[in-house]
Nanobody, 119 residues
């Protein structure tokens, strides 16, 4: 059974920092491309950052220079370091694992963690 468990969300003031973690089980983590998505009220879910199996990263323009995604294959965990947070970063953040094998693509999602940026 695949599980992605996010943690690290919370309430932070503008300009502050948070570090999200996503612990994976039930998959061969090193074979998965990992991503963080977010969904604000009334908006569509959007990609925030992703990291390939080889460690290449990609970021949404709105978070470039402020957020950093990383992975620790020994711990089956992906991280999202968020600095200089803004009110518009407020959303539920979801962890995603994408596995491609034998021509098939499998997507797995965590339950989400709330990030609120407010004074």
């Amino acid at each position: 059974q695949v599980q992605l468990v996010e943690s690290g969300g919370g309430l932070v003031q503008p300009g502050g920092s948070l570090r999200l973690s996503c612990a994976a089980s039930g998959i061969i983590f090193s074979n998965a491309a990992m991503g963080w998505y977010r969904q604000a009220p009334g908006k569509q879910r959007e990609l925030v950052a992703s990291i390939t199996r080889g460690g290449s990263t990609n970021y949404a323009d709105s978070v470039k220079g402020r957020f950093t995604i990383s992975r620790d294959n020994a711990k089956n965990t992906v991280y999202l370091q968020m600095n200089s947070l803004r009110p518009e970063d407020t959303a539920v953040y979801y962890c995603n694992a994408e596995i491609r094998t034998y021509g098939n693509k499998y997507d797995y999602w965590g339950q989400g963690t709330q990030v609120t940026v407010s004074s």
